[in-house]
């Protein structure tokens, strides 16, 4: 499943029952960070613009930002002889180790330099049980713990929801999901995200099941402003 083969709806208006979500703008997922998405920095300044099209027209902005105490379980560095992007399963880990990354309190867990969080309503931090990680900015990886962001939205009666930032094929990816699962209609802003792609192919495949699902997909030039 490749981005051009995805059907894109046209004429997009924003409203304030919509919500822009960005997800993890952080310097450890930028070229050069710990735990680099290529391309992770080229997609601020569209971010940026795309978020000042949700202050005019009242929508909702809010980041997530990935927010590990140092040695969380999803690090391989916590484990013998385990490398970064070995493949590890159990119950809140999984389905990938990583290279230590968003350390909370380093620069490394900080937004971008570049990234304007100025306009942002609120941002949900994730990943901050030790032994459970948190791709997804509604639920951590058990499946239970949710991180407040539902009853957020459902507060402001958000119905639809953005979805753009980092990495498309994990902390986006299952964000998206689960928001579908909430009961939320999903876009994902497929030109304002960019993937890590591991296994290979891991993107195609994610894509390929979003749109499956019934996620449906976006470009920012499509949005009415
Ligand atoms: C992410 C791996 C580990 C992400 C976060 O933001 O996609 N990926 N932690
Ligand atoms: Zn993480």
Redesign the pocket.
């Given at each position: 499943m490749s981005i051009e083969k995805l059907y894109y709806k046209k004429n997009m208006h924003i409203g304030n029952t919509n919500a822009l979500l960005i997800?993890?703008m952080q310097n450890d997922?930028m070229p050069g960070g710990a735990?680099p998405v290529e391309e992770g920095d080229q997609i601020i300044d569209s971010i940026n613009q795309i978020s000042e099209i949700f202050k005019k027209k009242n929508g909702k902005i809010i980041l997530t930002q990935?927010w590990h105490p140092k040695g969380h379980k999803?690090f391989a560095s916590s484990y013998n002889n385990k490398n970064p992007g070995v493949e590890y399963h159990s119950d809140g880990i999984g389905p990938v180790l990583?290279s230590d990354?968003?350390v909370q309190g380093t620069k490394g867990a900080q937004f971008h330099d570049k990234l304007n969080t100025d306009l942002a309503h609120a941002i949900i931090r994730k990943?901050f049980n030790p032994e459970v990680d948190s791709?997804s900015g509604f639920i951590e990886n058990d499946k239970k713990s949710e991180t407040g962001l539902k009853g957020y939205l459902n507060s402001l009666k958000i119905k639809r929801i953005f979805i753009c930032g980092?990495?498309l094929d994990?902390?986006?990816y299952y964000t998206a999901l689960d928001g579908l699962d909430f009961g939320f209609e999903i876009y994902f802003l497929v030109n304002l995200t960019r993937g890590?792609d591991l296994p290979p192919g891991n993107i195609s495949k994610s894509l390929q099941h979003m749109r499956n699902k019934g996620i449906k997909f976006a470009t920012k030039d499509k949005i009415i402003y």
């Open positions: 997800v993890d997922f735990l990935d999803s990583w990354h968003c990943g791709y980092l990495a994990y902390c986006c890590i």
